[in-house]
């Protein structure tokens, strides 16, 4: 049996991974869904100093505390920061690395970078809202429940330049990107990580689904867990 560490992705909460974790844990895996600071239920904790390293710090504190070892670590979208700096400080826990429809940051690359964000679209300078249900592709019966669940976050976890200067993830032997196709077509703002994937040698994989594929395509995203952990 395997153990998986599932990150989310902006604005989100473990709340977004319960079908694919429900899957794997009748399987007999075992799930770990973090929460990471200031989203979710702990939006008791957002605060402008949260930011990508604390992120990163969420996630390698569950695994050190837990004593996980052997771990399938998958990041969706800004999950991908967050596994990137992970992977660099801690390869050896790690069995293998997905990026899901994620973006794939260089040494000292921020996600504003990667996407950039105007001070107009942030609320008291420094909180992000959430982008809609509707324009991430979600199908239409999750749309309504995923805008009440997503939540403010702080934009300093989007300006954070992350810091990947160990060569952890050349460490990593297998690592997946899997690309959501059915949202945005080649027109969708991961196909450049997605090609990038492919230049790096990556396995890469393609659903066809909205953005947010543990809701739009939960048993796809289950079966390839676990035919190619």
Not at 122 to 136: C, H, N, Q, R, Y
Not at 186 to 213: C, E, M, Q
């Amino acid at each position: 049996m395997a153990t998986f560490v599932l990150v989310h992705g902006a604005w989100h909460g473990s709340w977004c991974w319960k079908r694919v974790r429900r899957a794997l844990q009748l399987r007999g895996h075992e799930v770990f869904t973090p929460t990471l600071t200031g989203v979710g239920e702990r939006t008791h904790l957002l605060s402008p100093s949260v930011d990508l390293r604390t992120h990163i710090l969420d996630v390698l504190n569950l695994i050190r505390w837990e004593e996980l070892t052997d771990v399938v670590l998958c990041g969706h979208s800004y999950g991908g920061m967050v596994i990137s700096g992970v992977a660099d400080v801690m390869p050896e826990r790690i069995r293998s690395l997905y990026f899901l429809d994620a973006f794939i940051p260089e040494n000292g690359q921020s996600l504003a970078d990667l996407a950039p964000i105007s001070a107009e679209e942030l609320i008291d300078g420094w909180k992000s809202t959430p982008i809609t249900a509707e324009a991430f592709g979600v199908n239409h019966a999750d749309r309504a429940w995923v805008d009440r669940q997503c939540t403010i976050q702080s934009a300093a976890c989007f300006r954070q330049r992350v810091k990947l200067d160990r060569g952890g993830i050349e460490q990593v032997r297998r690592i997946h990107y899997v690309y959501a196709s059915g949202w945005a077509g080649d027109n969708s703002p991961f196909a450049p990580f997605y090609a990038r994937a492919k230049t790096l040698g990556w396995t890469t994989h393609r659903i066809d689904s909205g953005h947010d594929v543990m809701l739009d395509q939960p048993d796809a995203l289950t079966q390839l867990f676990l035919v190619s952990h």
